[in-house]
């Protein structure tokens, strides 16, 4: 039986062996050690007392210890089995902040632990996001010929070890660099992915409404100032009718919450139209005052949906398919029913207790504004090409959409629907999604001409690993 080394051990030094950084004798820094510890034995039982002795409510938000232990070690696969310790950036009495790598190798965390010196033991506040590479490791960048060996090497090479299946393209000017399917489609028929694969997009179809938007904008039916209240008169909240604008519905700066919930899991099955889905969000409280915050919000992108059709006077997904995909020329995009598989379509993939088994039963029926909708590669190349190109909006409006508002981390801002991220003072603008067994990303190098598209039909981080390790050799 593997020890669990907590708080209550007395250490005078503590030190990681596989980094040998040294974690301060202090009661985050004990903590910290304990939250490794626990994480890298992948022991539920062991993680769950962890948990349970020294996690605040706060940090539960209302999970059980053990169901969050056994989400933890869900996410120790993703990982590649744990953390190394990088660096030790933050320490004090009651705070401890540090930079982890995942044992994968190619995927970088911070991690910050506060405490109560009141209760010492206990973990006040827990974060945990992904980062860049640190500045002391960052890799070269890379000419096109090494990149795209060495993206291909690596993407094989998690494909084999079972920890990628999808798509992976990269483009320069509108020419594909590299166009390389790996692993399965379907895994029980051993259906191999191919380039034209389609597979579920998670978010990333939220691009697809902020353009429907600025078209309305740019066709003066529309203004982001204007209110829900002035355009959607009939929204059943009408005093949040009031604060809600078009620019807070695309910036995640609404204070609306999300639609996930218990009753949504209960429904998703029947949900069809837009409307359907307010009655899990429309009355709650905002989470802060409109334009006073910033909080991902599916149920905001939902309403923008909403303000598409009650402008357009066409139903969302007709209107997306006649005025985003077929002018982008993306014929193999649009929101499907769960129930009517299409050709050439992936199935979705995640892991429960160690192995790969279908995502179906975590599906709505289809896809909404805010995501869930299926593309391909060379489908969102098109549309990466036909937004630089003004085929969508104009130049004007494309800039507007596609230029950060909200400073959301260091070096990535959120504009409408897009985020515009700085790698070494240039622009990459896209987007990202993620699910159980759907994860992808696009990315448009704005300055140097390159797009960049990973998609997998296995559950996140692994796009989101690919495209970082991408970004972070591509030359800008």
């Known amino acids: 039986m593997k020890v669990l080394r907590t708080i209550s051990l007395v ?57 969050m232990a056994r989400r933890g070690m869900e996410f120790r696969d993703d990982v590649g089995g744990g953390f190394d310790l990088h660096a030790i950036t933050e320490s004090t009495a009651t705070e401890i902040k540090a930079v982890l790598q995942q044992k ?14 009141a209760k010492p033991s ?10 860049p590479t640190p500045d002391d490791v960052r890799p070269a960048r890379e000419d096109e010929a090494a990149l795209i060996k060495d993206v291909d090497q690596l993407t094989t090479k998690l494909t084999n070890e079972d920890r990628f299946s999808g798509v992976v393209l990269i483009a320069k000017n509108g020419k594909s660099l590299l166009a390389k399917a790996y692993g399965y489609s379907d895994r029980e028929k051993k259906l191999a992915n191919n380039i034209d694969t389609k597979f579920r997009i998670g978010s990333m179809n939220k691009m697809f409404t902020s353009v429907a938007i600025a078209q309305l904008v740019q066709q003066g039916k529309l203004k982001y100032t204007d209110t829900l209240a002035q355009v959607l008169p009939d929204y059943p909240n009408k005093e949040v009718a009031q604060k809600i604008t078009i620019h807070h519905l695309l910036t995640h700066t609404s204070g609306l919450g999300d639609y996930f919930s218990d009753s949504f899991d209960q429904k998703k099955g029947t949900l069809r139209d837009l409307k359907d889905y307010l009655p899990f969000f429309v009355n709650e409280p905002l989470q802060f005052e409109p334009g006073k915050g910033w909080a991902y919000s599916n149920a905001g992108m939902l309403v923008a949906g ?38 050439n379509q992936s199935k979705g993939y995640m892991k429960e207790n160690g192995r790969w088994v279908s995502n179906y039963e975590t599906l709505p029926l289809m896809g909404s504004s805010a995501g869930g909708g299926d593309s391909t590669a060379p489908d969102l190349l098109r549309f ?28 990535i801002k959120y504009a409408y629907g897009f985020e515009d991220r700085t790698e070494d003072g240039k622009r990459v603008v896209g987007h990202g999604g993620g699910a159980p067994g759907m994860n992808g990303d696009l990315r448009i190098y704005w300055d140097s001409g390159y797009t960049v598209v990973v998609l997998s039909n296995f559950s996140p981080p692994v796009a989101d690993q690919l495209d970082g390790y991408i970004r972070e050799r591509i030359k800008l």
């Open 11 to 67: 250490l005078a030094v503590a030190v990681l062996s596989a980094s040998q950084v040294t974690i301060p004798d202090t009661a985050p820094g004990r903590l910290l050690r304990g939250w490794l510890d626990t994480f890298n034995a992948g022991e539920v039982e062991g993680r769950t007392k962890f948990i349970r002795d020294h996690y605040s409510e706060a940090v539960l938000h209302g999970i059980p210890p053990e169901g």
């Open 104 to 117: 994968s190798g190619f995927g970088w965390a911070s991690i910050g632990i506060k405490v109560d010196l």
């Open 122 to 131: 206990i973990i006040s506040a827990l974060e945990l996001d992904q980062m």
């Open 306 to 343: 909403l303000v598409v059709e009650k402008v357009s006077g066409q139903d969302y997904f007709d209107y997306v398919r006649q005025n985003v995909y077929k002018p982008a020329g993306m014929k193999d995009s649009d929101s499907y029913e769960k129930t009517k598989p299409q050709p």
């Open 384 to 411: 990466a090409d036909a937004l630089q190109n003004h085929k969508l909006v104009n130049a004007e409006l494309t800039n507007m959409i596609t230029t950060g508002k909200v400073e959301v981390r260091p070096h």
